[in-house]
Nanobody
Framework: QVQLVESGGGLVQPGGSLRLSCVAS????????MGWYRQASGKQRELVAR???????DYVDSVRGRFTISRDNAKNTVYLQMNSLKPEDTAIYYC????????WGRGTQVTVSS
């Protein structure tokens, strides 16, 4: 059974950094393009970063240059390094395949506030 477990969120001041992690189990992780999504209160979930199996990356305009996605296939883990955080980055962050086809985990809350 596929399981995704996100961690690393928290409360950070504007301009700060966080590193999110997501451990996948029950799937052939290395064979999947992976993505980080976020859902702010009252808004739809959006894909903010993705990495293919060939390690090519893509980002939504609002995070490009500030967020970096990476993966460690040996650890079945995908990461999201978030720098220069802004209040508008406040959301619950989830990982999933780039198509969003795996069962969703609980996510990890990121709050950017002074």
């Amino acid at each position: 059974q596929v399981q995704l477990v996100e961690s690393g969120g928290g409360l950070v001041q504007p301009g700060g950094s966080l590193r999110l992690s997501c451990v996948a189990s029950g799937m052939m992780f290395s064979r999947y393009d992976m993505g980080w999504y976020r859902q702010a209160s009252g808004k739809q979930r959006e894909l903010v970063a993705r990495m293919t199996t060939f390690r090519t990356t893509d980002y939504v305009d609002s995070v490009r240059g500030r967020f970096t996605i990476s993966r460690d296939n040996a650890k079945n883990t995908v990461y999201l390094q978030m720098n220069s955080l802004k209040p508008e980055d406040t959301a619950i962050y989830y990982c999933n395949t780039a198509s969003g086809g795996a069962p969703w985990g609980r996510g990890t809350q990121v709050t950017v506030s002074s």
